[in-house]
């Protein structure tokens, strides 16, 4: 009787053994489904004015978009304007100048470097974003000419540039209808959208001449792109009520897309705390949509405007706030998305009559202006797709642990609701 009980225990001992295994396995192999990298939609430019990029030791790097694969990215945004030649003479100092050219060009590299391709469209021919969303100057009828619906010139449109991008190889695996769209755009046709005066929602105006529209882009996208995720991209991080009900109402109108993708800048939106409320907010309210951060950024030297980012303006300030926001992100199962905005400037030994490349410093980026070498925050970047963390805190977790944690080895605030499978007190649990 005990020689069976022996037996018994062996086996359930091997067939444990072997459940952890694959589970350990897949929980690796599932790190593949985040995506950390940067908007990087001005680094051909500053190749063209031989720009100085080095590593962090001073060593000069060869080819930009090998090395950012080396660190752990596998994913670059750029921006896409309808005509960037048209844009205001300071927009063009700030760095509008992504036509379809340009994005067919440098999207054909990032493919060929094996990185995928986000793309983003700024419906205009300028910056988008919260204080503007100017309709392109072609797309507003001249007088006496019959004017076409918006929501057919933004689906023809969509439709062309992405048919001409994978003509060219360059066929995008994410794309955003819209930059920064919480109050609307294309401002000229009645799309601007109002808060209520408590700022807890929106006012009804628009909404349904927007949500055609951003049906419209994401119709295009499902026809010429099938496989790409959709991504509709707020700006209002540090009002959860607010940027909820914009996504609730853009379920309500029936808007198809795959990805809340918010902006995040400590100087603009507040803490790490407020963000995570709205990101705890959005993953109880919309299970089903993965969350991505597609633009944060935080100062090395020189505050970004006059707001105080709770961060010192230092080296190590930068690479703190980049540690504190992916510990936080990695808390949380549905955000599978990361991107710093502008890494790429450097204006290191350009000549500043001839071959600088914006109009200002921008000292919230990845390489130090004044050296040209890479900076600490962004070698920090590659633990957002670095699952070790997670993995560990499993096996470590003593038996009656009462803590939830993904596939991906990331420990959820509450227990989940959404159907799946996690991890419990070291055991798989189903959730249908």
């Keep these: 009787m005990q020689a069976r009980k022996d037996y018994y225990y062996r086996i359930m001992k091997r067939i444990r053994l072997f459940m952890t295994t ?29 720009a100085n990029y080095m590593d962090q030791d001073g060593q000069p790097i060869a080819d930009m978009l090998s090395w950012l694969k ?23 100092g700030e760095g509008v100048r992504q036509g379809l050219e340009y994005v067919k060009a440098f999207g054909k590299r990032i493919k060929e470097a094996g990185l995928d391709f986000m793309l983003d469209f700024h419906y205009s021919d300028t ?3 919260p204080a503007h969303q100017a309709t392109p100057a072609s797309w507003i009828p001249k007088p006496n000419e019959n004017s076409i619906p918006t929501e057919e010139i933004i689906y023809q449109y969509t439709k062309d540039c992405l048919e001409q991008l994978v003509a060219a190889n360059a066929a995008p695996d994410f794309i955003q209808t819209g930059n920064e769209i919480s109050w609307g755009m ?25 949500s055609e529209m951003l049906k419209s882009a994401g119709k295009a996208c499902r026809e010429v792109c099938p496989d790409a995720k959709i991504i509709i991209h707020t700006e209002q991080a540090a009002n959860t009520p607010l940027v909820t009900d914009f996504y609730q109402r853009i379920a309500d109108n029936g808007v198809d897309y795959d990805i809340i993708g918010t902006s995040y800048y400590p100087y603009y939106h507040g803490s790490l705390t ?19 951060v597609v633009e944060t950024g935080c100062a090395y030297h020189w505050a970004v405007g006059d707001n105080d980012q709770g961060y010192e303006l230092s080296y190590e300030g930068q690479r703190k706030f980049t540690a504190d926001l992916i510990a936080m ?11 710093w905005w502008f890494p ?7 000549d500043w009559d001839t071959q600088r490349v914006t109009d200002a410093w921008y000292n919230a980026g990845l390489f130090d202006n004044e050296t040209g070498r890479a900076l600490p925050a962004l070698y920090e970047l590659k633990n957002f797709c670095d699952g070790g963390t997670g993995i560990r805190a499993i096996q470590s977790a003593s038996t009656g642990d009462k803590a939830w944690y993904s596939l991906q080895g990331h420990r959820l605030a509450t227990q989940p609701s959404q159907t799946g499978i996690y991890i419990n007190n070291k055991k798989k649990v189903i959730i249908k």
């Design 22 to 50: 694959v589970l350990l396995a897949f929980l690796t192999t599932g790190q593949a489904q985040k995506y950390v990298g940067g908007d990087i939609s001005l680094l051909p430019t500053y190749e063209e004015h031989s």
């Design 70 to 92: 080396e660190q752990g990215w596998n994913s670059v945004r750029v921006r896409l304007f309808v005509d960037p030649s048209l844009a205001p003479d300071k927009a063009k």
């Design 127 to 129: 910056w988008a974003d």
């Design 186 to 210: 294309l401002w000229e046709e009645g799309c601007k959208l109002e808060a209520k005066s408590d700022w807890s929602g929106y006012k009804d105006d628009n909404w349904d001449k927007f």
């Design 274 to 292: 407020q963000l995570e409320k709205t990101i705890t907010q959005w993953e109880t309210t919309f299970p089903n949509k993965k969350i991505m």
């Design 329 to 339: 992100l990695n808390k949380h199962g549905n955000v599978n998305g990361l991107f």
């Design 344 to 350: 790429e400037a450097n204006e290191y030994g350009l």
